[in-house]
């Protein structure tokens, strides 16, 4: 990556495991591991882990996320967590447009961009994922789907507010599989998405985002992966449930 140009961040998503006691175990374990960490260090976590992961890393370097928002504020919508929620209990990142929810639970390119206005709206800084299925890499359509699904989620978002935004590359086929796009793949895509950010401001935003892998990366693969030029950091799934295997990553992070 630029490290000039740009921030290199590593986030850890847990998805749908943890138990708040597990929570507090495992980030006491980490944070001696990359409390000397030369790159941005992001732990998402499940809502019911928030208040655990807040407490347990008050004071450290680490920053806490939530792994969706919906997009309205209040109201009739069980089963659900706000931005202003997120805000308000002091989670500072959250993840929108992941595959999981767009697969499972019929979330859109429209409904991601609602709640990215939901999240810029409360100050949360949002990592946005994007990605496509073998199926469509297979059918020639990545380049075009990629730069549509960037345009679509940051529809309104104003060039200041693009700086509370990072993007992760994504590949659906390479997620929880231990399938890995290879480093050129993974960097490819991730320039696609950084000349869209051209296309839809500036050359000097382009520069200045973060874009992520996020294809199963770990600890034997992330140092060939965030060598590439438009890779500035990972979403890691999997290996962020382990400490010593996101640590590993970190500290890659950090020389690269």
């Known amino acids: 990556m ?22 507090t175990q495992l980030l006491e374990e980490m944070k001696p591991l990359v409390k000397n ?16 992961a807040l407490q347990a890393t008050a004071n450290t370097s680490i920053c806490i996320g939530a792994e969706n928002c919906h997009w309205e504020q209040s109201g009739a919508f069980t089963g659900e967590i706000s931005a202003a929620m997120l805000s308000a209990i002091g989670v500072e990142y959250v993840i929108l447009g992941h595959s999981e929810r767009r697969t499972h639970f019929g979330e859109t390119d429209v409904t991601v961009q609602k709640r990215i206005r939901a999240a810029l709206n409360e100050k949360l800084k949002i990592i946005l994922c994007v990605g496509e299925s073998l199926e469509q890499r297979e059918q020639g359509i990545t380049v075009e789907l990629i730069a549509m699904q960037v345009k679509i989620a940051l529809g309104g978002v104003s060039e200041d507010e693009l700086k509370q935004i990072i993007i992760a590359y994504e590949p659906v086929w390479a997620i929880g599989t231990g399938k890995t796009a290879t480093a050129e793949q993974a960097n490819a895509v991730c320039a696609v998405i950084r000349q869209t950010i051209t296309d839809l401001y500036n050359q000097n935003c382009a520069n200045a985002i973060t874009i992520q892998y996020g294809g199963s990366m770990n600890a034997k693969n992330a140092e060939e992966l965030l060598a590439q030029s438009d890779v500035d950091g990972g979403l890691i799934g ?8 996101f640590a590993a990553i970190v500290g890659i992070a950090s020389k690269t």
């Not at 630029?2 to 929570?23: C, D, F, H, S, Y």
């Not at 960490?37 to 655990?52: E, N, Q, S, T």
């Open 2 to 23: 630029e490290q000039p140009l740009r921030k290199t961040v590593i986030a850890g998503n847990w998805k749908m495991n943890q138990t708040p006691a597990e929570t």
């Open 238 to 245: 999997g290996a962020s449930l382990k400490a010593p295997d």
């Open 37 to 52: 960490a030369y790159c941005d260090v992001v732990v998402c976590v499940p809502y019911i882990d928030l208040h655990a």
